[in-house]
Nanobody, 125 residues
Framework: QAQLVESGGGLVRAGGSLRLSCAASGRTFNLYDMGWFRRAPGKEREFVAAISWGGSSTYYAGSVKGRFTISRNNANNTVYLQMNSLKPEDTAVYYC??????????????????WGQGTQVTVST
């Protein structure tokens, strides 16, 4: 069983930056692809970014590509999401997730087995 705990959310003005962290425990973290998803009020959960187990491959939603960067540090079992040039439409609860072994890097949420509790990001105008 993996435990994932997000942190780093908060309130920021449009154009600002935030860095989210996701600390993992309970499993061999460095064997799993990881992802970030978000859910805005009244909307479905959507994919944001994913990173392969070794960190060599990344995948982004079109809406965040060029503004967000996903990275990981397997030595301290943490995955990060650096968010720059934030927009009000980025306002959402952000979740990290651990992928199912053997699936590979993906944006499909049902391919992720473990989820954190989420961290709120609010971008004001």
């Amino acid at each position: 069983q993996a435990q994932l705990v997000e942190s780093g959310g908060g309130l920021v003005r449009a154009g600002g930056s935030l860095r989210l962290s996701c600390a993992a425990s309970g499993r061999t973290f460095n064997l799993y692809d990881m992802g970030w998803f978000r859910r805005a009020p009244g909307k479905e959960r959507e994919f944001v970014a994913a990173i392969s187990w070794g960190g060599s491959s990344t995948y982004y939603a079109g809406s965040v590509k060029g503004r967000f960067t996903i990275s990981r540090n397997n030595a301290n079992n943490t995955v990060y999401l650096q968010m720059n040039s934030l927009k009000p439409e980025d306002t959402a609860v952000y979740y990290c997730a651990a992928g199912r072994p053997g699936v590979g890097i993906t944006k499909i949420d049902r391919e992720f087995d473990y989820w954190g509790q989420g961290t709120q990001v609010t971008v004001s105008t």
